[in-house]
């Protein structure tokens, strides 16, 4: 079983929908969660960070984490055509990361 | 805050040669360092981490010969890949978590290396 399980598939949404995205992990020691936002040929960008269960809310994002169910979620409201990306989760503990394989994000104005 | 560069964003190499990629963080210090490749289309694989002034820890299945860390001070990781081969074009991406801070990685843009 793999540490990180995200869907990879493709997502296309109208702009102004809301946009869906969430991972599974398999390990109970992982103690933080996060998102980073990827554009094409360019590094990930830290777009949301949270270490406890519940929601974390930064702008049109939410981040939502489930320790019980060893699920999180991002979710982005009123999507731009500037959040067309790819989306990565990734879970950590002991300074080390393991990441989603990342949905690829179009937002269609 | 939280500034980390590589150098150089893209390089083309012929087979058997050796190339060194920089990784900086500009506006922190760092004590550790992650080196990652990804493929396109897939998600970022962690190749090995590097702690300021020790030998890098390198995940199972890379090559430490090969792919070569140094992490010299608290603001400079390279990686030089050497005698290169096409299948180690790839995309290599640095990121760094800052000294004294928590856990959250920054990102360099990546490396996009060739080999020809």
């Known amino acids: 079983q793999k540490e990180v399980e995200q869907d990879p598939g493709p997502l296309s949404v109208p702009e102004g929908a809301i946009v869906s995205l969430n991972c599974t992990y398999s390990?109970?020691?992982?103690?933080?969660f996060m998102w980073y936002r990827q554009y094409s040929r360019k590094g990930p960008e830290l777009l949301m960070y949270?270490?406890?269960?519940g929601n974390k809310e930064d702008g049109r994002f939410t981040a939502q984490v489930d320790k019980s169910s060893k699920y999180i979620s991002l979710f982005i409201r009123d999507s731009q055509p500037s959040d067309s990306a790819t989306y990565l989760c990734?879970?950590?503990?002991?300074?080390?990361?393991?990441f989603g394989k990342g949905n690829q994000v179009v937002v269609i104005p | 805050g939280a500034v980390v560069s590589q150098h150089p964003s893209w390089v083309i190499c012929k087979s058997g040669t050796s190339v060194k990629i920089e990784c900086r963080s500009l506006?922190?210090?760092?004590?550790?360092m992650f080196w990652y490749r990804q493929f396109p289309k897939q998600s970022l694989m962690l190749m090995a981490t590097?702690?300021?002034?020790?030998?890098?820890?390198?995940e199972q299945g890379v090559e430490k010969d090969k792919f070569l860390i140094n992490h010299a001070s608290l603001t400079l990781s390279t990686l030089t890949v050497t005698s290169a081969h096409p299948e180690d074009s790839s995309f290599y991406i640095c990121?760094?978590?800052?000294?004294?801070?928590?856990?959250?990685?920054?990102f360099g843009p990546g490396t996009r290396l060739t080999v020809t």
């Open positions: 990121s760094a978590i800052r000294a004294g801070g928590t856990y959250e990685q920054y």
């Open positions: 390990n109970s020691a992982f103690q933080y």
């Open positions: 949270t270490y406890s269960s």
């Open positions: 990734a879970i950590g503990g002991n300074n080390r990361l393991a």
């Open positions: 506006d922190f210090q760092a004590t550790t």
């Open positions: 590097s702690n300021e002034g020790s030998k890098a820890t390198y």
